[in-house]
């Protein structure tokens, strides 16, 4: 079951335990300078895929990542990010035994062989390569402190006679939905041409086309955008759960002497938001809607509790309780209503018992009692319903922000995008955070009275099934919602005090 799922059945669950309480009677960055790209000769292949990998390699690389190019094929075969890196990485590669940019033909076997053109400089590599009588070009620019790299390839005729290029086919990537990796449960394809993005689940694909200028990819944490200026003919295969894609440039004749360029934008990176929307301006690249906003603002106030605070967990836990604070009056009022709510459970029991066979009287009879003792029923779930953009923007946020990964809080925690797992015994991790939400919200339900047998039994199932949904979710994401529970406690602690005075 994917996380996001989980996350939906656990809040639909703790609404619906909300709403049964408060309405049953028994219920108690700044501007890159440029700078020249380190340039070398890899000496020895890494990786290894369905893609011959020769000994050929060449490395650019900037102040985020390292990119190695083979010259078979003229192909990205490994992409690493310099930050972000979990404590025991010593790197963060992109690629699942994939490849970027190698170009085929149909019914052609075997990889062009590419060279190192003079043409190439500073933070240019230009790689050349001929295939029957035509010069083949791939020219990438990279710069510093930016994932975008300009690319153009470049198709020569130096014949003095017209000559019909082939369909050509570019491999964009791949990813292996077979692993089971967090980082890799989910996966957004997304083609777009002007107006609303064509997305699919590539989980359930076999092959699928469609024309566009742009090609997007999302995980959890990795980003490759394709933005081309003509429209192409993208393309996703899913075989034996191996997603690869890429796009074809029609067949065309070139005239003698004539070139044909095809010049487009590759972002390779995190996906971000607030690291991607410096390359990509494209919003719809990053989806839009009222939660999608709420997640956004979220981390915008959780980034400038950071700047004073530098250590994620502690930022996520005074976020949590400075929310807690502002919906105090709130919470209050709701548990107020549900205290009043218990002394009218006899005098709801009688009318109850009275007027068994008449339901319509029954509820007037019920709604004239919650209007003398001036009590409103649905007040107990209202300030669950208020916040359910906060909680639903939370999870947005923490879930895929890259800041997150290899970031440790304290103790026993040592990365708040991972599970907080101290030992294995056998396959099965041992987490602690979740026992500690267990607890904390068994706690929680004990407080508010309970007087039938359904309410006594919910008390006990309500955190189980919170124990077994969040089980194994990021420690951040657990550490926010054990910091809400504890919160909560306190809350009830004095509301329920101060009732009793």
């Known amino acids: 079951m994917k996380e996001e799922t989980r996350f939906m059945l656990a809040f639909v669950l703790a609404l619906l335990v909300i709403i049964l309480?408060?309405?049953?009677p028994q219920r108690k960055n700044a501007q890159p300078v440029q700078k020249p790209i380190d340039t070398s000769v890899v000496e020895k292949p890494i990786g290894h895929g369905e893609f011959e990998i020769s000994d050929n390699l060449v490395?650019?690389?900037?102040?985020?990542y390292n990119c190695v190019f083979d010259l078979l094929g003229g192909k990205i075969v490994s992409f690493s990010l310099n930050q972000y890196k979990r404590p025991d990485e010593k790197n963060f590669f992109f690629f699942q035994q994939g490849v970027t940019l190698l170009d085929s033909v149909e019914n052609e076997t075997g990889q062009l062989i590419y060279n190192i053109s003079p043409d190439s400089k500073g933070n240019i590599l230009v790689l050349e390569s001929k295939r029957n009588e035509l010069k083949i070009k791939k020219q990438i620019e990279i710069f510093q402190s930016k994932y975008s790299m300009n690319s153009t390839i470049v198709i020569q005729n130096n014949q003095n006679k017209s000559i019909i290029f082939p369909e050509l086919n570019i491999y964009l990537g791949s990813i292996n939905l077979s692993r089971k990796h967090p980082?890799?449960?989910?996966i957004e394809f997304m083609v777009m041409n002007g107006g609303k993005p064509y997305k699919f689940n590539v989980a359930r694909q076999t092959k699928e086309k469609i024309p566009g200028n742009v090609c997007v990819v999302r995980t959890r944490y990795q980003m490759y955008y394709f933005k081309i200026d003509k429209p192409v003919e993208f393309y996703v295969e899913n075989v034996a759960s191996k997603v690869t894609w890429g796009f074809k440039l029609t067949s065309s004749e070139i005239p003698a002497g004539g070139i044909k360029q095809y010049p487009f934008l590759l972002y390779?990176?995190?996906s971000d938001y607030f690291i991607a929307r410096n390359e990509i301006k494209d919003p719809r690249v990053f989806g839009t809607g009222f939660f999608a906003s709420m997640g956004r603002l979220i981390f915008l106030v959780l980034n400038?509790?950071?700047?004073?605070i530098p250590n994620w967990g502690f930022s996520i836990i005074i976020l949590t309780v400075l929310i807690k604070i502002v919906f105090f009056p709130l919470t209050k009022s709701s548990l107020r209503s549900m205290k009043q709510m218990q002394k009218l459970r006899p005098y709801l029991q009688d009318i109850q018992k009275k007027y068994k066979d008449n339901p319509q009287m029954m509820q007037k009879e019920m709604m004239n009692l919650?209007?003398?003792f001036k009590i409103n029923p649905f007040s107990g779930c209202l300030p669950m319903l208020v916040q359910i953009p906060i909680f639903v923007g939370f999870f947005l946020a923490l879930r895929s922000s890259i800041f997150l990964r290899g970031s440790g809080f304290m103790l026993w925690i040592k990365d708040l995008s991972l599970p907080d797992t101290v030992a294995t015994i056998g396959n099965i991790p041992i987490n602690i955070l979740p026992f500690l939400m267990f607890i904390t919200s068994f706690f929680q339900q004990r407080m508010n009275p309970a007087v039938e047998q359904s309410q006594k039994f919910m008390n006990v199932i309500f955190p189980v099934m919170m124990l077994i949904l969040f089980y194994n979710f990021s420690s951040g994401l657990?550490?926010?919602?054990?910091?809400?529970?504890?919160?909560?406690?306190?809350?009830?602690?004095?509301?329920?005090k101060i009732a009793k005075k």
């Open 21 to 24: 309480f408060s309405l049953s």
């Open 59 to 64: 490395e650019m690389k900037n102040d985020l």
């Open 183 to 186: 980082e890799d449960a989910s």
């Open 268 to 270: 390779i990176g995190p």
């Open 304 to 308: 400038k509790i950071h700047k004073f």
């Open 370 to 372: 919650y209007k003398e």
């Open 478 to 496: 657990l550490l926010y919602w054990v910091t809400m529970n504890l919160a909560g406690l306190i809350e009830q602690y004095y509301i329920y």
